[in-house]
């Protein structure tokens, strides 16, 4: 498959995209990890993502095209991808669409995961990410079994530098302004598929039955 998942930060498209991986091979490709993996080696992109990153604002789109761009062109692309947390701006979406193109690539769909900002809010303060492998976990509904500890690669799990509750506000306000627009973006496009899900599986179920139909 082929698809975006939209939604704002702690909707569960990293989750979702795990899962899908499992299903048909697709590979999740998400833009947050990409970058944070930069800062943490220190490369000449994550010098310039970092302070954008830990305020909660956006980098600039020309440095997300340019990573998008390449890595679209790699071979594990050619099984599925599933876009997890890009596009994130108009800009980012009109170019995708001429890449796409470009490339002879066709998407399934877009899909919006829509979730209350009370759950959303609850589930970003309480979030804890592995610094090594990225896996992600909950202090209250899903800690890893040795605290501190990540149970797949035994890297430190911590609180995102994002994570604060400021850096917060100010990500869900950016994703109101910048990244909702995408919904009608999509929906125009006509390939916009709307779940209203908080859990995983209700939201996995509804995209399998769409491309089923
Ligand atoms: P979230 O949990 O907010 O969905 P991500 O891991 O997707 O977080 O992204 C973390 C940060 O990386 C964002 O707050 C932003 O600074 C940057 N980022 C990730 N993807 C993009 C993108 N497509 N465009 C601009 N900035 C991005």
Same mark, same amino acid.
């Given at each position: 498959?082929?698809?975006? $998942? *939209?939604?704002?930060?702690?909707?569960?498209?990293?989750?979702?995209?795990?899962?899908?991986?499992?299903?048909?091979?697709?590979?999740?490709?998400? #833009?947050?990890?990409? %970058? +944070?993996? =930069?800062?943490?080696?220190?490369? @000449?992109? &994550?010098?310039?993502?970092? @302070?954008?990153?830990?305020?909660?604002? *956006?980098?600039?789109?020309?440095?997300?095209?340019?990573?998008?761009? !390449?890595?679209? $062109?790699?071979?594990?692309?050619?099984?599925?991808?599933? $876009?997890?947390?890009?596009? +994130? #701006?108009?800009?980012?979406?009109?170019? /995708?669409?001429? $890449?796409?193109?470009?490339?002879?690539?066709?998407?399934?769909? =877009?899909?919006?995961?829509?979730? =209350?900002?009370?759950?959303? %809010?609850?589930? /970003?303060?309480? +979030?804890?990410?592995? =610094?090594?492998?990225?896996?992600?976990?909950?202090?209250?509904?899903?800690?890893?079994?040795? !605290? &501190?500890?990540?149970?797949?690669?035994? &890297?430190?799990?911590?609180? +995102?530098?994002?994570?604060?509750?400021?850096?917060?506000?100010?990500? %869900?306000?950016?994703?109101?302004?910048?990244?909702?627009?995408?919904?009608?973006?999509?929906?125009?496009?006509?390939?916009?598929?709307?779940?209203?899900? #908080?859990?995983?599986?209700?939201?996995?179920?509804?995209?399998?039955?769409? %491309?089923?139909?």
């Amino acid at each position: 498959m082929k698809l975006i $998942l *939209l939604g704002a930060p702690g909707a569960g498209k990293g989750t979702v995209a795990k899962l899908l991986t499992a299903i048909d091979g697709s590979v999740q490709i998400s #833009t947050g990890d990409i %970058l +944070r993996a =930069a800062v943490k080696d220190g490369t @000449a992109l &994550g010098k310039e993502a970092e @302070a954008y990153m830990k305020a909660g604002d *956006l980098v600039p789109d020309s440095l997300i095209m340019g990573i998008m761009g !390449e890595r679209l $062109l790699e071979d594990d692309c050619k099984n599925g991808f599933l $876009l997890d947390g890009f596009p +994130r #701006t108009i800009p980012q979406a009109e170019q /995708l669409k001429e $890449l796409l193109a470009k490339l002879n690539i066709k998407l399934d769909m =877009a899909v919006e995961i829509d979730v =209350a900002r009370e759950v959303i %809010l609850d589930r /970003l303060t309480t +979030r804890r990410t592995c =610094a090594d492998c990225g896996a992600i976990y909950n202090v209250k509904s899903n800690p890893p079994k040795e !605290e &501190g500890k990540c149970d797949k690669c035994g &890297g430190p799990v911590v609180q +995102r530098d994002d994570e604060t509750e400021e850096a917060i506000s100010n990500r %869900l306000d950016v994703y109101n302004e910048k990244t909702a627009p995408l919904v009608n973006f999509y929906k125009n496009e006509g390939m916009l598929l709307s779940v209203n899900a #908080t859990s995983s599986d209700a939201v996995i179920n509804a995209i399998q039955e769409k %491309l089923a139909s």
